[in-house]
Every structure is written in structure tokens, then in C-alpha cells.
């Protein structure tokens, strides 16, 4: 299991029965549709962050492609950095990525980058 190093703060929050990030996870879970979710994500992120996440997300389907990075960054605008780090993530061992990719393809909610 993966731990994620959490910013360092002079003072300690107060314990919470579940982690912060359980409590974000059941709060994202608990919207409904498409625009209680992104009503949701523009409230809790700057706007900074979520073109980052969007980015991360975007290039998703290309790297399920099989698209290079530099081609991926030629179509998208997404740094080669991100891309790889998706990449990696892609491949790695928590399958966030995988499974999401998978579950939205079965709904056909999944897009069909176009090669050059």
C-alpha cells in the first residue's frame, strides 16, 4: 500500500474516525450526477488544480493507445512530465487509473482519440 506524504503543519489536526482522504472519497462518492460532481471539484480545487487533474485524465486514452509521449504532448498540450508520471501510474500498482478507464469504456463514455 502507498502512503502519500500529507503536507507539514505546526499544528495537529483533530483526529477524525476515518482518514481525510477516506472522508474526500466518501464525499465524492456521494454526488449523483455530472454537474454535482463538477459543481463539487470547481468548489474544492483552485482552478490551477483542476486543469492539472484534468490534464493527468485527459491523456489517459492516448497512453491506452499506445500513443508516444512526444505525440500525446503534440495532440494535447500536456507537459511529456505529466504524461509520464500518468504513465506510471497507469502501470502501477494502485489501478485507479485502469479501473476507471475500464468501468467508463463498458458504460461508452470512453473517447476515441483519432491518430494522425
Known sequence: MRYYAMKRRMLQPEAME???LDFLCAGLLALR???EMR???RDLTTPAELEALCDRWRVVPYLLQGLAYREIHERTAVSVTTIGRVAR????EEGGYALT???LRRKGHWPHPQHH
Open 18 to 20: 476515518e482518514t481525510p
Open 33 to 35: 450526477t455530472l454537474e
Open 39 to 41: 459543481a463539487f471539484l
Open 89 to 92: 501510474f497507469l502501470a502501477g
Open 101 to 103: 478507464a475500464r468501468r
